[in-house]
């Protein structure tokens, strides 16, 4: 399961804060959703954290990472505290990426064929600063709760039939933090533009069952809608 002991108590505690009758809140403050759709971006070192893994062990010919982007989607909702600042809950689904590694172990080639798929709850404080009445800059920092699911299938040169493997899922609470900005078009609806970044995914690549490769970063680039209640 995803670490959701802290994820809830940091989550009532920034709509807690959103609750709270402020001296500064006005028409400002109030309840919205939002939601957005974009691409996300991988970024690992997948050869040399394989290489480390079979140091003395086995030899790598080829280890790579199938394409670095994927489709990514993002919709929760928030509290507007006051002009300068809201509190966000969000699921992220950053799609999924693949991998291709072959090594030689004892005489034993091994063409593996891998798939990384990431996804999370995200708590987040909201900086706003506006710039005119309709444009606002913002700066997003929070918690990441992820779920990293590996599976990968292939062939094992002498063994009969096709090999596959599912890992168990990789759960996580990390830091987060990203930019973005907005362009209200009436009281109820805006368009939002943003950037999200989250770090430290995974475990390093080791021949174990759980530990199936560590991404440095995955960014998220993504453009969607809010609409205030």
């Given amino acids: 399961m995803l670490k959701r002991s802290l ?28 939601g957005s759709v974009g691409s996300a971006q991988y970024r690992m070192d997948i050869a040399s954290q394989i290489r480390n893994a079979c140091a003395g062990l086995c030899s790598v010919e080829s280890a790579t990472l199938d394409g670095t982007n994927a489709t990514s989607y993002r919709f929760g909702g928030g509290y507007q505290v006051n002009r300068y600042l809201a509190a966000e809950v969000a699921f992220v689904d950053l799609g999924d990426v693949g991998s291709h590694y072959r090594m030689v172990s004892t005489g034993v080639t091994s063409d593996i064929q891998g798939k990384y798929r990431l996804d999370g709850y995200q708590v987040l404080a909201v900086g706003r600063w506006p710039v005119t009445e309709s444009i606002a800059v913002l700066g997003k920092l929070g918690i990441f709760a992820s779920r990293l699911r590996y599976s990968e299938a292939g062939t094992v040169q002498f063994q009969q039939g096709p090999y596959s493997f599912v890992a ?5 609470t990390k830091a987060t933090f990203g930019l973005g900005a907005e362009y209200r078009l009436d009281p109820r609806w ?33 453009v969607g809608i809010s609409y205030r209640f």
């Fill in 190 to 222: 805006a368009i939002r533009v943003d950037w999200d970044r989250y770090q430290g995914i995974g475990h390093g690549f080791a021949l174990t069952e759980s530990d199936n490769g560590r991404f440095d970063s995955v960014d998220s680039y993504s």
């Fill in 7 to 34: 994820l809830p108590r940091v989550t009532v505690s920034l709509l807690a804060l959103g609750a709270m009758p402020l001296a500064s809140a006005s028409d400002d403050a109030g309840w919205y959703l939002t």
């Fill in 168 to 172: 168990p899922h990789d759960n996580a």
